[in-house]
């Protein structure tokens, strides 16, 4: 039987729950040292996975931007970087993104329909893999585990956070919770209207919670909830 990943959630929000503000510019919610935490973080992964409106709205290149800490992945038999992994139904993706350009592997998990729009997009870019006709997280999971994924660290968007969570397959969540309010409704934010597990009333166990200068960390486990 497959082992599936461990599943850590990572998300800056401000206080009131937003991921970002409507203005062009990505809104910077961590400070320097909270991005180092999350760089100690992705170079203790096998993988790093967005989704395809992350990939398409932030550009990123999602490395491990520590020298050392890519070292110490290849001292210790891993690739200096880990997989990088994007999902999408749609097939939407540009081969001009940052994502594909920087690091090591990356990998598209797509349906049935899309699967040959983004070979074809691609090219050698990326390995693609549908799940089938649906995405199916667990299936996703499952195909990540038959990879030899361990740790898998998913750094957004909400949707893909509200999904995992209504699902229940987050073993930890990571939230750094800034001192700003943003207060549009329009903007994303770290979760969306879901049926949970437990309904409203199931308490997460907290893991930590810490100070890094003007953010807060705290981590959480939720599949230990309690009525």
């Known amino acids: 039987m497959t082992t599936r990943p461990y599943v850590t959630l990572s998300a800056a929000m401000s206080v009131d729950g937003y991921l970002d503000d409507t203005s062009p510019e990505r809104l910077r919610l961590s400070n320097a040292p909270d991005f180092d935490r999350v760089d100690e973080v992705r170079a203790a992964s096998d993988a790093i996975l967005i989704g395809a409106t992350t990939m398409r709205r932030d550009n990123p290149r999602l490395l491990v931007n520590s020298a050392e800490r890519r070292a110490q992945r290849v001292a210790d038999g891993k690739p200096e970087y880990p997989l990088k992994v994007t999902v999408t139904k749609s097939g939407d993706l540009s081969a001009d993104l940052n994502f594909w350009h920087h690091g090591g592997d990356k990998l598209v998990v797509t349906v049935d329909s899309a699967a040959e729009k983004v070979r074809a997009t691609l090219g050698d870019l990326a390995d693609v893999v549908s799940v089938g006709p649906e995405l199916d997280w667990e299936l996703v999971l ?17 949707t893909i956070h509200t999904q995992l969570m209504a699902a229940n397959l987050a073993d930890e969540v990571h939230l750094a919770i800034a001192p700003l309010l943003v207060g549009q409704p329009e903007a994303a934010r770290f979760l ?36």
């Open 142 to 158: 499952d195909e990540l585990g038959r990879r030899g994924i361990k740790q898998l660290m998913v750094e957004g968007g909400g």
């Open 192 to 227: 969306g209207a879901a049926e949970y597990p437990g309904g409203s009333t199931a308490r997460m166990r907290v893991l930590e919670v810490r100070a890094i200068d003007d953010v807060v960390l705290i981590r959480y486990a939720p599949k230990e909830r309690t009525a």
